[in-house]
């Protein structure tokens, strides 16, 4: 197996590290600016150090986990006839694109890499809303906050993309899994937001730490609180129904179901956070074990431009302060 990684970065590593391990016959060609560094995975004998995209090149995997901003380039320099593209989030940087245009090609699958889909508490919460024991959805919180040094603390937050406007930074972009993960639990687009962005602490960074993000669906309302700045991490949902309730926390592995009363704890329990990001990796190469993953439904292209067509507004929303239309 041939595979292309496009950053260097620690989600680059982490895709490099998790095809060497589950594809004893894999090589990969890693692009990186980081090829410098003492780093046990780039000596790697299966690891090729490259500096830039070999157009003429056919892998099987791509992986493009550059900055956001720099996506569509990179997208845009891989072989037409390369098999299966994942894409990281967010697609792209709302900040400064307005299009996300990719050259004609002939790549079998693409998916973006929202990889809390792949958690058993997003899929269970799918069922258990499909089966619509639940009744109507009529309100939702969502919170996503980590003290932003702590996300990486081997490297200098105020160098990492989440820091960096240009490179499509802040909660709004980098916590994006939030807004893909509601659309994709309610199977809905908001109709409007309205959004908040506000630098609150004092941290070295040119992008908001804190964003309120309020998406008005036809029947229910969704308020999701991103930041940069909650220490110890908080990620969870709270979702109320006309005859019941859905609380889940990521960071306890807690999904609870309330219905008619009656209380039930679901068993959402995974080996290690990186084993959705294997479940993924198998998933994308059609060499995944359908019991584990027959649930799941990865992000699609035409999801994440969605998710962006919601950032965009978001911004939109608050330069003017009001509740803008998706």
């Not at 590593?13 to 894999?26: C, G, M, P, V, Y």
């Not at 894409?87 to 694109?97: G, M, N, Q, R």
């Not at 290690?272 to 479940?279: G, W």
Request: a positive charge; charged letters at 25%.
């Amino acid at each position: 197996m041939k595979a292309l990684v496009i950053g260097g970065g620690s989600i680059g590593k982490r895709h490099t590290q998790n095809i060497l391990s589950e594809f004893k016959d894999a090589n990969v060609s890693i692009i990186t600016k980081y090829s410098t560094r003492k780093d046990n995975l780039f000596c790697n004998e299966r690891v090729i150090l490259k500096n830039k995209i070999d157009s003429s090149e056919i892998f099987n995997l791509v992986y493009v986990a550059s900055p956001a901003s720099m996506h569509q380039k990179h997208l845009n320099s891989v072989n037409e006839n390369c098999k299966k593209i994942l894409i990281e989030k967010p697609l792209y940087s709302a900040f400064d694109e307005k299009n996300f245009l990719l050259k004609k090609n002939n790549w079998e699958k693409i998916f973006i890499g929202y990889i809390l889909r792949f958690d058993p508490i997003i899929y269970k919460t799918k069922e258990i809303i499909k089966s619509g024991n639940l009744g109507d959805l009529y309100y939702g919180r969502v919170w996503a906050g980590q003290f932003l040094p702590d996300w990486r603390p081997s490297i200098n937050y105020r160098k990492t993309v989440s820091a960096q406007k240009k490179l499509g930074g802040g909660p709004l972009h980098e916590l994006s899994h939030e807004i893909d993960y509601i659309t994709y639990l309610l199977g809905e687009t908001p109709v409007s937001v309205l959004c908040d962005l506000q630098k609150l602490t004092d941290l070295d960074i040119d992008t908001e730490d804190y964003c309120s993000l309020k998406l008005k669906f036809n029947k229910a309302q969704i308020n999701l609180d991103l930041d940069f700045i909650a220490n110890p991490a908080k990620l969870g949902f709270c979702l109320y129904f006309k005859n019941g309730i859905i609380e889940a926390n990521f960071v306890s592995r807690k999904l609870e179901l309330t219905l008619n009363n009656s209380f039930e704890n679901i068993d959402v329990t995974i080996p290690s956070f990186n084993s959705l990001y294997v479940n993924q990796l198998h998933t994308l190469n059609n060499t995944a074990n359908y019991e584990k993953i027959k649930l799941v439904e990865p992000a699609s292209l035409n999801d994440a431009n969605k998710t962006m067509n919601i950032i965009k507004a978001a911004i939109e929303s608050d330069k003017f302060s009001e509740w803008i239309k998706v």
